[in-house]
């Protein structure tokens, strides 16, 4: 992931993701989103299962990372000052619930499109827009806001994947009846 700040920028370096430069996609495809200033610095990414909301969470940019993956396979390492002083790179966010408009909205969409389980980020602007950009359909949880999910009660995003694929499964599963004359004697 890289950010242009102009237009000459992005030009000067489009034959690098082109056929045969430097950055080539493996798969050919490049995309190109416009940059959007948060309000504050950090972006929320809401998690789904089953077409549910799960929760969300706040994933911190103050460095200018765009690197948003909250697995700990993802987390950028720091040092110990940059620990001690910079906030948890992701934390959940109370304020955002079932009841939030977008949150509706975004269930709405998800069960249109038939996605089950998906990470939706989205920035809160200086002028008071949230605005969606990203559906991650291959999602993945960050481990200190489960903790703080089972600590707080909650059921953990493992938990909540389980239950619905095994009701996915139990729709899906013929339905048999008991054998005629197995009657127990």
Do not use: K
Not at 23 to 49: C, H, K
Not at 68 to 88: F, K, V, Y
Not at 156 to 176: C, F, H, K, S
């Amino acid at each position: 992931m890289r950010r242009f700040d102009s237009h000459a920028e992005l030009e000067s370096a489009a034959d690098d993701f082109g056929p045969g430069g430097a950055n080539e996609p493996i798969d050919g495809i490049s995309l190109i989103q416009e940059y959007v200033q948060p309000a504050q610095p950090f972006i929320t990414r809401a998690e789904f299962i089953g077409g549910r909301f799960h929760y969300a969470a706040r994933v911190d940019i103050s460095d200018g990372s765009f690197e948003l993956c909250p697995a700990d396979a993802c987390e950028i390492p720091r040092t110990e000052a940059e620990s001690g002083a910079a906030a948890a790179p992701f934390a959940r966010r109370e304020e955002i619930t079932a009841s939030t408009p977008l949150v509706g909205h975004l269930e709405e969409l998800l069960n249109d499109l038939g996605i089950a389980i998906a990470g939706v980020e989205f920035i809160e602007t200086g002028d008071g827009r949230r605005v969606v950009y990203d559906i991650n359909t291959n999602t993945n949880y960050n481990p200190a806001v489960e903790a703080a999910e089972q600590l707080a009660g909650r059921s953990p995003a493992v938990d909540r994947i389980a239950a619905y694929v095994a009701g996915q499964l139990a729709e899906a599963a013929p339905q048999t009846s008991p054998l005629a004359g197995s009657a127990s004697r």
